[in-house]
């Protein structure tokens, strides 16, 4: 009998599996959070690799599922950043713009360590 080794993209594909489900049944963002018009979170990255992502933009409108969690954008990474408690903090306590870092604690291929550092900016726009 042959055992099949866990990598990188087994785990990653278990992440972005588990990910799609749980956004499936995420509630809508006008469902749990009421007050908001739309949220827009900036994301920029930093490493000491030569190769680093790109910046990105997301913006959610009261539609969209309430669900923050985001895979590294490492191909070759099963690692994962959750802002659900930073944009619960940030509707909560009425902010306008939060900003943070957070650290991908995944594993890259050959079992390194992820070394991307998360630079997010939050913005909440209410309705």
């Not at 949220?39 to 992502?53: A, K």
């Not at 994962?80 to 995944?106: P, S």
Request: aromatic share 10%; charged share 20%.
């Amino acid at each position: 009998m042959k055992f099949a080794m866990a990598t990188a993209t087994v785990g990653r594909g278990a992440v972005r599996e588990r990910q799609r489900r749980d956004r499936a049944a995420a509630p809508l963002l006008r469902t749990r959070y009421p007050q908001l018009g739309s949220l827009q979170l900036d994301f920029n990255f930093s490493d000491s690799s030569d190769f680093l992502p790109s910046p990105q933009v997301t913006v959610f409108h009261p539609p969209a599922r309430a669900y923050f969690c985001f895979s590294c954008p490492y191909s070759d990474c099963d690692g994962e950043f959750d802002l659900t408690g930073q944009i619960a903090e940030a509707v909560n306590t009425k902010e306008l713009r939060v900003e943070g870092e957070a650290r991908c604690a995944g594993n890259r291929h050959g079992g390194t360590s992820c070394t991307l550092c998360l630079e997010y900016a939050i913005t909440v726009n209410w309705a």
